[in-house]
């Protein structure tokens, strides 16, 4: 576990209330505005107490800033992390680059591992019940989450602590009495537990004690402020409560907005596939991210890049008269993202690759083999959609259907438009199967 080792100098933290405010990284902050792309800002606590009805001071962050240079200490920054996937995305990466920020003004990042309130799972925005995952899962996922969390953290001021280290020591009656200092009516309050109590649906009891669960770390870490989405603010908010009534100042909430995914519609989530995680390959990150509309390069310019805001409304400004083309603004977008995870060198390589597979119609410089044995084919011929599943390129027979009918699948630069075709095993050797833009394989046969 690391911990930051030392305090820093009031100059320090001088430094960090100037540049956070001038910043407007927020101002006892709370709502991530969607509707101003222009602007890196969060709206005041007042929006959130008309929003929610809850109390929470305008200048909550301000105070605590300028409270721990007078106290001559950093503030302590909390994210928890609810390890149900094994990997960060760029949506997740968007509140671990505001950390970073902090770390580097000079305070403490105190992430909380949910290993023991994923055995409940977080219930925010769902409409069903979450399964509950295996303590080997979220061990394994734990893992993974921390390791990947120094790509964009400082190792040395980021304090990691498992949520199990108190929530597992907890007796039945320490639940109950904890459990007290909240309402069911206040639980109710959440949409998604609204909505699904209205639609009868059913609400285990077991969710009911997840804001709990995490407001509870709050408390144990004394938490200055804490940090997420803004699908998490009734979990945040919960902590403040929590706090107050177990005599400690309440955090600050500070919340970051939601990336919307590759489909331009939901939010950038590992289930649903519209995702680009941080630690995949500097190719397939680049081509992701070159497959976003038009309309969505503002929102990951600025929640996940450093390039000025005046840069990039220039840049929009520039490719919505006409005068430089919106690819070309795009592939500035996927480069400054690749540089950030994989280096200004690997950025550079996936750009001309890109660009002379897509642009100049050429093949990969290195197109994967895989070889389709005699097993996939019947008296010698292989149905089309048994060829995409066998060679990785279709997860079902079904998906493989809508692949075609989409118009998505080529063989040596021809559209295949038949999905009932058949071919010779034997003759498919060394040829092209593509599928999309960016994923091409070389069949062998023998």
Request: glycine share 8%.
């Amino acid at each position: 576990m690391a911990m930051y080792r030392a305090v820093a100098t009031n100059t320090r933290l001088q430094h960090g209330v100037d540049s956070l405010l001038t910043q407007n990284i927020a101002v006892g902050g709370a709502f991530g505005d969607h509707n101003n792309h222009t602007k890196r800002y969060f709206t005041t606590g007042r929006a959130l107490e008309k929003r929610h009805g809850r109390g929470h001071p305008g200048g909550g962050l301000e105070e605590k800033l300028w409270k721990a240079r007078q106290e001559n200490r950093p503030l302590r920054i909390k994210l928890g992390l609810d390890p149900t996937a094994p990997d960060i995305h760029l949506g997740f990466a968007v509140v671990l680059r505001k950390l970073r920020q902090f770390q580097d003004l000079g305070h403490q990042v105190v992430i909380i591992v949910g290993d023991y309130t994923a055995l409940i799972g977080d219930p925010s925005g769902r409409s069903t019940t979450r399964p509950m995952l295996s303590q080997e899962e979220i061990a394994a996922n734990a893992r993974t989450y921390v390791e990947q969390l120094t790509r964009i953290l400082d190792r040395e001021r980021t304090e990691v602590r498992f949520n199990s280290e108190w929530l597992g020591r907890l007796t039945f009656a320490d639940v109950v009495h904890l459990a007290a200092k909240m309402t069911v009516a206040q639980v109710l309050q959440r949409e998604d537990f609204a909505n699904r109590y209205a639609q009868g649906l059913p609400i285990g009891l077991h969710e009911l004690l997840y804001p709990l669960a995490q407001a509870y770390d709050s408390v144990v870490i004394k938490a200055d402020i804490e940090m997420g989405g803004l699908d998490q603010t009734f979990n945040i908010l919960a902590g403040r409560d929590l706090q107050r009534e177990m005599g400690q100042e309440p955090q600050v909430a500070l919340f970051m907005p939601l990336l919307v995914g590759l489909d331009g519609v939901k939010k950038m989530s590992k289930s649903l596939g519209n995702y680009v995680g941080i630690t995949e390959p500097p190719l397939d990150m680049y081509g992701k991210l070159m497959s976003i509309s038009d309309a969505m390069m503002r929102d990951y310019f600025v929640l996940c890049t450093d390039v000025p805001l005046e840069e990039i409304e220039e840049l929009l400004q520039r490719a919505s008269k006409g005068e430089v083309n919106p690819k070309d603004v795009k592939r500035r977008l996927a480069r400054e993202i690749v540089t950030i995870y994989h280096g200004a060198k690997a950025a550079e390589e996936a750009d001309v690759e890109w660009n002379r597979v897509h642009a100049a119609g050429e093949l990969p410089t290195e197109v994967p083999e895989v070889a389709i044995g005699p097993e996939h084919a019947r008296e010698g011929r292989i149905w089309i959609c048994r060829l995409l599943v066998a060679a990785g390129l279709a997860k079902s027979n079904n998906e493989a259907r809508r692949l075609i009918e989409q118009g998505g699948v080529e063989l040596d630069g021809k559209r295949v438009q038949d999905a009932s075709a058949e071919f010779d095993l034997a003759a498919l050797e060394g040829r092209l199967l593509r599928v999309g833009a960016r994923r091409f394989v070389r069949i062998r046969t023998g």
